[in-house]
């Protein structure tokens, strides 16, 4: 379901107060303005932080907090939600509720969208509520209404989306305006099939299409394509893959990646098994890079902000160091050399910190990419691959799953406790590498053996065994895999065998066993590779439970 874009509410905020300063005043304020005007977003959001800076200073608040607002739109366009939610709230208290309230509806519009995304549909729909209230005009208003009920229906509340959804489809002529009327009209269809799954939405959504097409409405169309493909679904399988498959050329021609993401999903669901991998691969791929520009996004405003506050320090210590100088107390000029002197090596020191941290939180999301979405996504291509007749219900739960797992990577989430047992959830692992030509073995692998292990060392052991798994999956063309556990009181032993093509010590960190290594130093445990046997790889693993 889609919520109409930001844009109309920048249109608003474009005629906002621009004529009331000189031209001086606003220099940085217009051109951060036309930097925006021109798609031009990651400059558009270094020049409104400037300008937010400059008019606080002037006394121009309004100009300051429309400034806000539209940083928090572009954090939130770029996928950084939790920032969005951040700036946009920041700029409240710099807007006037009766002179600013076209700034503060669409502030409010931003603050439910990016609470939407992170799947809090309480503050969304508390946060378009608020929107609507400060909207003065009827068009942007029910707008807001079609988001809240939008809102209502994610969160399975359908009597309440109905209502809202039929209360902006009431207004007089909303056929006049085919891109809202369409909206409001394709979600109100798809609301009723998600509440009864008998209900016949198609003659609606597909005049909701043919509105959507007449008018160029390409955002929508993806939409409409994405319920009638949902509709179409557990009765015509065939008509489902088509409307998912016009849904992935569109957001492919339009570029966006989030709606590509959603169509390739359904399409995994939906296709043969012979063409199910190359699916498969478009969507790690492509999430893989929406998550990296994402995290880059999110990397540059917090930098951009940092900047900004640095600067305000840097300005008030010269503010006093002025004012002191002024009232004739010379000898402060000594306190002033040492205190400049002091502040650039703390300045240089908080810089340095920030960078490390930076770089130390770009290094752990690639790890966690690696671990939990790439090998996730190969352990289900594994499984695909090996069984002849697979669940295609239970492959889209486990790709939802990583999918899952990759959003609480983006917002830094930590990850939920498993409630399978750990012997259970390690022999799954081991048996979803099983086919016809790879044999693989277990023993040892009884609960006892990982009684009064932790969360911490559990996921690490897993980690381990998934990544010597697919190197044996991607390397080392062995017939036979086995696994020995054995536990010596506080200590836990883990012997791995193939008879594969082995590997020699200088290519280790080739096959991707870096990692293997790395996690058990990290529980104070010790791994060997013995690549002199005759053929194959043994690796014996030993770390204590505590």
């Given at each position: 379901m889609k919520n109409l874009i930001h844009i109309i509410f920048i249109l608003v905020l474009c005629s906002c107060h621009r004529k009331e300063i000189s031209k001086t005043d606003r220099a940085t304020y217009d051109k951060a303005y036309d930097f925006y005007d021109a798609s031009q977003s990651d400059s558009a959001y270094t020049y409104f932080n400037k300008a937010k800076d400059e008019l606080i200073e002037k006394g121009y608040y309004s100009f300051a907090g429309n400034s806000l607002v539209i940083m928090g739109i572009i954090q939130c366009e770029k996928g950084d939600y939790y920032g969005s939610q951040e700036t946009a709230l920041s700029a409240i208290k710099y807007l006037d509720e009766k002179k600013d309230s076209a700034e503060l509806s669409a502030n409010y519009n931003n603050l439910g969208i990016a609470s939407q995304k992170l799947k809090d549909y309480n503050k969304a729909i508390a946060f378009f509520n608020k929107a609507a209230t400060f909207s003065q005009d009827s068009i942007y208003k029910?707008?807001?209404?079609?988001?809240?009920?939008?809102?209502?229906?994610?969160?399975?509340k359908f009597d309440s989306a109905t209502i809202t959804f039929k209360k902006v489809l009431?207004?007089?002529n909303l056929i006049k305006h085919p891109i809202l009327y369409s909206m409001a009209y394709d979600n109100l269809a798809y609301t009723k099939?998600?509440?009864?799954?008998?209900?016949n939405a198609e003659p609606e959504l597909l005049k909701a299409l043919k509105i959507r097409d007449s008018v160029n409405d390409v955002s929508g169309l993806n939409a409409t394509y994405s319920h009638l493909s949902d509709f179409f679904k557990d009765h015509n399988p065939e008509k489902s893959l088509f409307y998912a498959k016009k849904m992935l050329d569109l957001s492919s021609k339009i570029k966006i990646p989030d709606d590509k993401l959603v169509a390739l999903q359904k399409i995994i669901l939906l296709e043969t098994p012979e063409n199910t991998k190359a699916f498969f691969k478009k969507y790690q791929d492509l999430d893989d890079s929406l998550?990296?520009?994402?995290?880059?996004?999110?990397?540059?405003?917090?930098?951009e902000r940092f900047g900004s506050e640095q600067l305000k320090v840097k300005n008030a210590k010269n503010e006093v160091e002025i004012f002191k100088r002024n009232i004739g107390l010379g000898a402060l000029s000594i306190i002033l050399v040492g205190g400049l002197f002091y502040y650039k090596r703390r300045k240089k020191r908080l810089q340095k910190e920030n960078e490390l941290k930076i770089k130390e939180n770009e290094l752990k999301i690639s790890k966690k990419v690696h671990d939990v979405v790439a090998n996730g996504i190969y352990q289900v291509m594994t499984k695909i691959e090996n069984q002849e007749h697979f669940d295609k219900d239970k492959a889209l739960d486990e790709l939802e799953f990583v999918y899952e797992k990759s959003r609480d990577i983006s917002y830094d989430k930590a990850d939920s406790n498993d409630k399978i047992e750990f012997n259970e959830k390690i022999s799954v692992l081991i048996g979803s590498f099983k086919n016809d030509i790879v044999k693989t073995f277990l023993a040892g692998n009884s609960p006892n053996i990982w009684s009064d292990v932790n969360d911490s060392t559990q996921n690490e052991v897993y980690q381990v065994i998934r990544e010597l798994l697919v190197n044996m999956k991607k390397h080392s063309q062995?017939?036979?895999?086995?696994?020995?556990?054995?536990?010596?009181?506080n200590l836990i032993q883990i012997q791995y065998t193939d008879n594969g093509i082995g590997i020699s010590g200088e290519i280790i960190h080739k096959n991707g066993l870096t990692n293997t290594v790395s996690r058990i130093e990290k529980i104070k445990g010790t791994v060997i590779f013995d690549t002199k046997t005759e053929k194959g790889?043994?690796?014996?693993?030993?770390?204590?439970?505590?």
């Open positions: 029910l707008t807001q209404l079609n988001n809240q009920a939008i809102s209502f229906t994610l969160s399975k009431s207004y007089p099939f998600l509440q009864n799954k008998k209900y998550q990296i520009a994402r995290n880059k996004s999110k990397s540059q405003f917090a930098l062995a017939t036979f895999v086995a696994f020995k556990f054995e536990r010596n009181s790889l043994k690796v014996y693993i030993s770390f204590p439970t505590s």
